[in-house]
């Protein structure tokens, strides 16, 4: 019930969210506005405003604004009832047709905005001290001297308070030595080291860049977040909460590490030192084996055991509101840029097309998401609210983005396309909207069963 619920809450706010964008920038421009409907089927509350007929139906899957003249009269496109011209929709300058349209996904942007910048502002960002973890051997943190354990409390005389700060001044070096003040079993001592550049690969696509490192990582506990019904993980008896001290004997330090050190292991059984409230235990644990595409296109096996990793977050530091705010549309850009990226390369393939999730795996991550508190539920509606604007501005007729492109081309035509071919395009967006949507309602049925969600 928790997770049908949440789905309900997250999808009605988001729909609401963005047809409210189209009702009032249409209003704003003097379009008369027939209907305004948050859901699909049959009604089930409706009432009536001095023009407009509300109407809350029974399947929240989508919602629409109706406005008076949607198609331009003059093409025989405006229906047989009588209506103000000055306040149709397809009459009004190309410029105010734009804004309407697009205001639907800019304000799924500006939730996503408002949503991260309240969460920075009252929650604030997760932050960690300054500790080292793993130190590779015959890097520039060994020839240091520096050890796993080691706070680092300055660099050339500025204090440290966050291992993000320590990253940064390694960054801003570009390979200069380093003077760092490290704490080590109560006493300070000072150690010299020199970044070296190295290549790294991007913890969401691993495609590789150029980077700075010390050769030393920091603390941070992985913990696990999800445990997928069915899996290895489920099987060994792992639950959500556990922190993960150690794989096959070899402690690990960060969720990276942990991710890569079960990759390494498919098809092979070995123990997962936990801790689990306060307590070790030990669980063995065999990973299966998935094919997963590189980012040269290659086809390797990794093993993998069913879990959802994070970090186990020391504490939290709140933004001022100002600075706040700035960041939460920041959040937003690089959210934004992260789903561009993902469709392009679900569209080249070098992302399986078994990652695209339909409204199962939406319903299952909110019900997840809502087990662990009203914030994260936020973030999550915030995360799904930028999907949804990229998603309406693709360039397919029947989403925004159709829409968008059609005026487009009307402003470099000086015209705009013929009905009948409009019409026609909007028929074969909706069959790719269709198609698009039964495979994504399989990916889900083969990735979970369907009906554990709901129990």
Not at 107 to 118: D, G, H, R, S, W
Not at 347 to 359: A, E, K, Q
Request: with cysteine.
């Amino acid at each position: 019930m928790t997770t049908l619920v949440s789905f309900v809450v997250v999808i009605g706010v988001l729909i609401l969210i963005h047809e409210l964008g189209h009702f009032l920038v249409a209003r704003l421009c003097g379009v008369g506005i027939e209907r305004f409907s948050i859901g699909f089927g049959p009604v089930i509350l409706r009432w009536r405003g001095k023009e407009t007929e509300y109407c809350l139906s029974a399947i929240p899957m989508g919602g629409y604004v109706k406005m008076l003249g949607e198609e331009n009269p003059l093409e025989g496109g405006g229906g047989t009832t009588a209506f103000d011209p000055k306040k149709a929709f397809g009459l009004k300058p190309l410029w105010a047709r734009f804004l309407i349209v697009f205001a639907g996904p800019g304000m799924n942007f500006v939730l996503a905005a408002v949503i991260f910048t309240i969460a920075l502002a009252t929650l604030g960002r997760p932050v960690w001290p300054p500790l080292i973890g793993r130190v590779t051997e015959g890097g520039p943190a060994a020839a240091a001297g520096l050890r796993t354990g080691d706070l680092v409390v300055a660099v050339d005389g500025r204090a440290v308070r966050h291992w993000e700060d320590l990253e940064r001044a390694v960054a801003d070096a570009r390979g200069r030595a380093l003077a760092l003040t490290v704490r080590r079993a109560g006493a300070e001592q000072a150690l010299s080291v020199t970044p070296r550049r190295t290549t790294v690969r991007d913890p969401i696509f691993r495609e590789p860049r150029e980077a700075w490192e010390l050769g030393a990582g920091p603390q941070l506990t992985p913990q696990i977040s999800s445990v997928t019904p069915g899996s290895p993980a489920e099987k060994a008896g792992m639950r959500v909460g556990d922190l993960v001290r150690a794989v096959a004997g070899q402690p690990v330090y960060s969720p990276d590490e942990m991710m890569q050190s079960i990759q390494k292991r498919a098809h092979q059984t070995f123990d997962l030192a936990l801790e689990r409230e306060g307590r070790p235990l030990s669980r063995p644990v065999t990973a299966a084996g998935v094919r997963e595409r590189g980012a040269g296109g290659q086809e390797t096996e990794i093993g993998r055991i069913g879990v959802g990793i994070t970090t186990k977050v020391v504490r939290y530091e709140a933004y001022t509101p100002v600075v706040a705010v700035w960041y939460g549309f920041v959040k937003t850009w690089d959210m934004t840029e992260l789903v561009v990226k993902g469709f392009w390369k679900l569209v080249l393939g070098t992302i399986d097309r078994s990652n695209i999730g339909g409204p199962i795996q939406i319903a299952a991550e909110a019900g997840r998401q809502a087990k662990e508190g009203l914030a994260s539920l936020a973030l999550f509606t915030a995360i799904i609210s930028v999907n949804l604007a990229v998603l309406n501005l693709l360039p397919v007729p029947m989403l925004d983005g159709g829409h968008l492109f059609f005026f487009v081309i009307e402003a470099i035509m000086g015209r705009p396309l013929s009905l009948r071919k409009r019409e026609a395009a909007q028929q074969l967006g909706f069959v790719l909207l269709m198609l698009l949507m039964v495979y994504a309602l399989y990916n889900d049925l083969v990735r979970i069963d369907a009906f554990k969600i709901f129990r």
